[in-house]
């Protein structure tokens, strides 16, 4: 579960380079539930928001994968996150 979270957050990367933490929980739920983002719930969306913000981002961003500003709760493509997009991109 937890490598195919951060591989979301690259998908989610690659759509767009910037996402806030909220909009991001949002559509990982919305992948790994098979709905739309307008039908995530509170609680699913708050359960992944967390998830990311004390274990995956933080992961992400020792590996200048993403850029996680915790303050404002922003989320950034980081230095290698086009080299880690290209080659997932290339294994599946």
């Known amino acids: 579960m937890d490598d195919r979270r951060r591989r979301y957050v ?7 380079p910037e996402w806030t933490l909220q909009e991001l929980a949002t559509r990982l739920v919305a ?3 098979g709905v739309e ?8 969306r708050e359960r992944r928001y967390i998830s ?3 274990t995956h981002l933080p992961k992400l961003a020792d590996e200048d994968v993403v850029e996680f500003d915790a303050d404002a ?4 493509s980081g230095e290698r996150a086009a080299e880690v997009i290209e080659f997932l ?3 599946e």
């Open 89 to 91: 991109a290339a294994v």
């Open 52 to 54: 990311l913000y004390h």
């Open 10 to 16: 690259l998908y989610a990367l690659a759509e767009d």
């Open 73 to 76: 709760e922003r989320i950034t």
């Open 31 to 33: 992948w790994e539930e």
């Open 37 to 44: 983002d307008d039908d995530v719930g509170p609680h699913c």
